[in-house]
């Protein structure tokens, strides 16, 4: 990109200048709830890159521009397009920047690992992974460190059995995971912790060649064996998967747990009634914003109008699945966390071929710990003031850094 572009769109007053606050709770960000309802299709620049890329908010334009094969992935790849994180967070050929029909190769990969059986067995694992935490929580006893004893281990535990990664390497696991997904952590750290992570799954895909175990590693490896995939974009495909599968889950269910504890009436409601837990856990995907900012754009190949904007040829544009889920057009009360919404199309796991792929184990996982979790402990509460609890700052994903409780 030239410079050109950067002074220019640097001097438009219609480019919004978004400077990504550290927010806390649940706190919507502003600046998007305000592009939603006054500048759906808006152009906006993040801290990092250069120029300005497009942002697009309202419900039915984010499902046309997630869907639409005329903005593209991969053509973002190489370019210092603006964005929240000094550094993409996919390597380069990893499905995250792949387009169909390379991206539907390899999906249909990963949905190996995703079959109905599959994930019948990663239920029964999630409730036993599940009781052993919370068994070690009880003798711990309060107050506690939710988030270290709980969400932080168990969707880490999860993915890892998934993956194939052995217990002994899980906080080498979470420590790269935790650098990646950082805008504050610095581009060089970042940069060497998707490189150690490769190195890794490069050798654990290596040794699992001809294997015949069912997890994710031995699927690669076999996916490699059929020239499915190559080895780059096997060795993408487990980095995206490992750190989405335990960073992911890890702030979005503490995020259920917080919004559980501090709207007492609605937890009160659920444990009344067990029958209601899939829907309240759509509920809170639609409600809790997962994130800051936007994650990673994608290249207009040609002039496309969306939402009566032209957006030219080669420029980028971002969808938000957050001000999606927050439309009054589709949702009546959005800003209301209501468990008997009835209809609740939400887009917190993206829409499109881009769709989270673990989105269902990602379900089963807070199902898992919104149901046992009162179960074992009713008189789960937060145990100090609701200021005192720490939020993760210069962070991608959102969450607490760490969750006091008593019980
Ligand atoms: O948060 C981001 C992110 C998360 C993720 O799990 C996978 C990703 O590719 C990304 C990303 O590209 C940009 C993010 O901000």
Not at 22 to 39: C, N
Not at 158 to 165: D, F, H, I, N, T
Request: charged letters at 25%; a negative charge; aromatic letters at 8%.
């Amino acid at each position: 990109m030239t410079s050109t572009t950067t002074s220019d769109t640097t001097e438009d007053p219609h480019v919004h200048f978004w400077a990504v606050p550290d927010l806390t709770g649940l706190d919507f960000d502003p600046l998007l709830a305000r592009l939603l309802h006054e500048d759906p299709v808006s152009r906006v620049r993040l801290p990092h890159g250069e120029g300005h890329a497009w942002l697009v908010t309202r419900y039915e334009d984010v499902k046309f521009v997630s869907m639409d094969l005329r903005f593209s992935r991969q053509a973002v790849y190489g370019r210092s397009i603006t964005r929240l994180a000094p550094h993409f967070i996919p390597m380069e050929g990893a499905v995250g920047f792949a387009d169909p029909p390379d991206h539907t190769r390899m999906r249909r990969v990963v949905a190996r690992a995703f079959s109905a059986r599959a994930l019948r067995a990663l239920r029964d694992h999630a409730q036993d992974v599940m009781d052993r935490l919370l068994d070690r929580l009880e003798r711990h006893g309060p107050p506690a460190d939710l988030m270290a004893l709980v969400n932080r281990p168990f969707p880490l535990a999860m993915v890892s059995e998934l993956m194939g990664v052995p217990e002994g390497d899980q906080p080498l696991m979470a420590q790269w995971s935790d650098t990646i997904i950082s805008a504050g952590a610095g581009r060089d750290s970042s940069e060497r912790a998707k490189g150690e992570m490769a190195r890794y799954f490069t050798e654990l895909i290596g040794r699992s060649h001809g294997t015949g175990k069912e997890f994710l590693a031995a699927v690669l490896a076999d996916a490699i064996d059929e020239d499915t995939l190559d080895e780059q974009e096997a060795v993408g495909l487990a980095v995206l998967i490992q750190i989405g599968g335990a960073h992911a889950v890890r702030n979005n269910s503490a995020n259920m747990v917080y919004a559980l504890l501090t709207h007492p009436e609605h937890l009160a409601r659920l444990r009344a009634d067990p029958a209601l837990l899939p829907q309240a856990v759509d509920e809170l995907l639609r409600y809790i914003p997962h994130r800051n900012a936007v994650g990673l754009s994608r290249i207009a190949l040609e002039d496309v109008e969306v939402g009566g904007v032209r957006i030219p040829a080669g420029d980028a544009v971002y969808v938000s699945y957050l001000t999606a889920n927050r439309d009054p057009d589709v949702f009546a009360d959005p800003g209301t966390l209501d468990f008997d919404r009835g209809y609740n199309p939400h887009v917190a796991f993206g829409h499109g071929p881009h769709f989270c792929p673990g989105s269902a184990l990602a379900r089963i996982e807070s199902e898992i710990l919104l149901s046992t979790l009162w179960t074992r402990f009713p008189d789960l509460r937060i145990a100090v003031p609701d200021e005192e609890i720490r939020w993760q700052r210069g962070a991608l994903i959102r969450g607490p850094e760490t969750l006091p409780v008593t019980w």
